[in-house]
Each structure stands twice: as structure tokens, then as C-alpha cells.
């Protein structure tokens, strides 16, 4: 717990858990406060509204090697920056996201953003769970390889809102296991963007909506299996390398929406 200026450097192994609510596992807020953890990292939180790592007004989070991340209460956010604050890999790691509860967001960003290189598997079970969420202008994920499972209804794969940009550059496995209003990609409103490059195995169906946009230039034998929509200025851009299937319908609905294949 790190802030106003604080400074945590842990080089070896650290394993945290906390049960109340509000307790987060791993905290850098206020500017110049920072947290750094070089080592197999393994957090547990089972409090709502208690992130598992959490930056807020400018803290700075750096992680390296394996992270694990889960929690079990309700609007409690595996990884989660906010107002400003970043969270980033200082190396291609390993990065394991878990949540249990409803609005449990595997990764997201409110205002802050988070920069990951390797490989981050997100798996979330409530309804309203997006496995990468980012929310709100100055809200920006990137990432490289992703693999996510979402179970809720409404609990979308990567989601972008009100402005929150979320990149991916390597492959992507997105899988939504219920698909009542959820969807494996999710832009809504003007300025929120999804953009990706490489191997997709997507299994859910494509939205954009409001003025959100959507564009995925997928490397050779991709696959994916659902709907593309826009709606109402909505837009989609996919474009599929050799030997891909796409199973599926597109549909575009209101003045303005567009979908390129």
C-alpha cells in the first residue's frame, strides 16, 4: 500500500489476501506513489468493491514476471487503474485474472491506463463482467496476446465506453460462454475505439454502436464465429488473412452505421 510518494519494491515472491470490503490487495495512489513487483506475484481479494492491483491519481504499478489476480466481491476489478494512474509490464510476463461476481471486471481502466506485453488470460463468472473494460476519456488499454472467458449476461469480452480505447497487437482467443446481451467485442459511443492485429479465435459477435468504432485486421486462419452489428454511426473494420472462417451475419442499423469485411 503505497501513496502520496510512497515507494514498495518487492524483488521476490509476495502473496496477499484480505476479506473486507473496500480492501484492496495490491495500492499505489497520489502522484509519485509506486509499487513495484519483480516476482511471482499472487493476489487474492474477497471483499466488493476490493481490487486485487489498484492505481489510482497518478500511482504507478510495474509488474514483471507471473501475476496471478482474483477476486470474489462484486465490482471488485482483478487489475484496475483509475484517475490517471498506469500499470504496466516492465517485461513479456504471464498475467492470470479471475473474478467471481457480478460487475467484477477482469482488467479496467477509469481514467488510467494499463500496458501489458505477453500474455494476459482473463476468466470472469457475473453478469455485467467484462473480461477488459475501459471506461471514460483517458481510459487506454494495450495489450499483446489476450485470452478471455466471460460467463454473465451483459458481460462482454473487450468493452469500451463514454471514450476508453483498448489495443491488441498478437492472438486473441475470446470466448462468451452466455450470449444474452454480451458481446466479444463492444464499442459504444463516440471516440471509443477497439483496434487488434493477429490470430483471432473469437466465439461471440461484434458491436458497435453510438459512434463507437471496431477494427481488427486478423492474420491468416483466423476464426470467428458470431455477428457483426452497427448501429446508429457505429462502425466495424475486418479484414481476414488466408484460410480464415467467419460464420455469421452482418448488420448495420441506423444513419451512418457501417461494417467493412
Known amino acids: 500500500f503505497a501513496q502520496n510518494g510512497g515507494k514498495i519494491v518487492q524483488s521476490g515472491d509476495l502473496i496477499v489476501t484480505t476479506a473486507g470490503a473496500a480492501a484492496h490487495g495490491v495500492y499505489a495512489g497520489g502522484a509519485t506513489a509506486q509499487v513495484n513487483l519483480l516476482g511471482t506475484t499472487d493476489v487474492v481479494t474477497k471483499g466488493d468493491t476490493a481490487h486485487a492491483l489498484y492505481v489510482q491519481e497518478g500511482g504507478t504499478l510495474e509488474l514483471a514476471g507471473q501475476i496471478k489476480a482474483d477476486t470474489y466481491g462484486a465490482q471488485s476489478s482483478g487489475i484496475y487503474a483509475s484517475g490517471n494512474g498506469t500499470i504496466s509490464t516492465t517485461e513479456p510476463s504471464m498475467i492470470f485474472v479471475t473474478t467471481k461476481a457480478d460487475k467484477a471486471h477482469g482488467i479496467s481502466a477509469n481514467g488510467g491506463t494499463i500496458a501489458l506485453t505477453g ?72 471516440g471509443s475505439t477497439i483496434t487488434g492485429q493477429g490470430q483471432i479465435d473469437i466465439d461471440g459477435s461484434i458491436y458497435a454502436g453510438d459512434g463507437g468504432k471496431i477494427e481488427v485486421a486478423a492474420a491468416d486462419n483466423s476464426r470467428l464465429i458470431g455477428d457483426i452489428i452497427a448501429a446508429s454511426a457505429g462502425s466495424t473494420d475486418f479484414s481476414f488473412g488466408t484460410g480464415s472462417l467467419f460464420t455469421g451475419s452482418t448488420m448495420v442499423d441506423g444513419v451512418g452505421a457501417e461494417n467493412r469485411l
Open 119 to 190: 500474455t494476459a488470460e482473463v476468466k470472469t463468472s457475473g453478469d455485467g463482467a467484462n473480461g477488459i473494460s475501459a471506461d471514460g476519456a483517458g481510459s487506454s488499454i494495450q495489450l499483446e496476446n489476450v485470452m478471455i472467458t466471460t460467463e454473465g449476461t451483459e458481460a462482454h469480452g473487450l468493452a469500451v465506453n463514454d471514450g476508453g480505447k483498448i489495443s491488441f497487437d498478437g492472438a486473441a482467443s475470446i470466448t462468451m460462454t452466455e450470449k444474452n446481451n454480451a458481446y466479444a467485442l463492444h464499442a459504444y459511443t463516440s
